[in-house]
Nanobody
Framework: QVQLVESGGGLVQAGGSLRLSCAAS????????AGWYRQAPGKQRELVAS???????NYADFVKGRFTISRDNGKNTVYLQMNSLKPEDTAVYHC???????????????WGQGTQVTVSS
């Protein structure tokens, strides 16, 4: 059974940094496009950053220059380095991945359970 497990969230002061990880496991052949989304209380989930299979990255305007998405295909892991954090970055951050499985043809969409990021002022 495929699982995406996020880690690395926590409490940090404004201006600080965190690095989120999303490790995929369970019969995975490869990860195609992957992304990080966030959802703050009372708000809709929004895309933060995405990365293609060959490493092409895309960022929401509100994180450009501060966040960097990367991936380690050998470990089936996607990262989000977050620098210069602001209180408005406080949210639950979710990993999303389009995954090719070993056991079947096709690409399937999976979500992680989320990790809380809290930035204090």
């Amino acid at each position: 059974q495929v699982q995406l497990v996020e880690s690395g969230g926590g409490l940090v002061q404004a201006g600080g940094s965190l690095r989120l990880s999303c490790a995929a496991s369970g019969g995975i052949f490869s990860i195609n496009t992957a992304g990080w989304y966030r959802q703050a209380p009372g708000k809709q989930r929004e895309l933060v950053a995405s990365i293609t299979a060959d490493g092409g990255a895309n960022y929401a305007d509100f994180v450009k220059g501060r966040f960097t998405i990367s991936r380690d295909n050998g470990k089936n892991t996607v990262y989000l380095q977050m620098n210069s954090l602001k209180p408005e970055d406080t949210a639950v951050y979710h990993c999303n991945a389009m995954v090719r499985l070993r056991s079947t043809v096709g690409v399937y969409n999976y979500w992680g359970q989320g990790t809380q990021v809290t930035v204090s002022s």
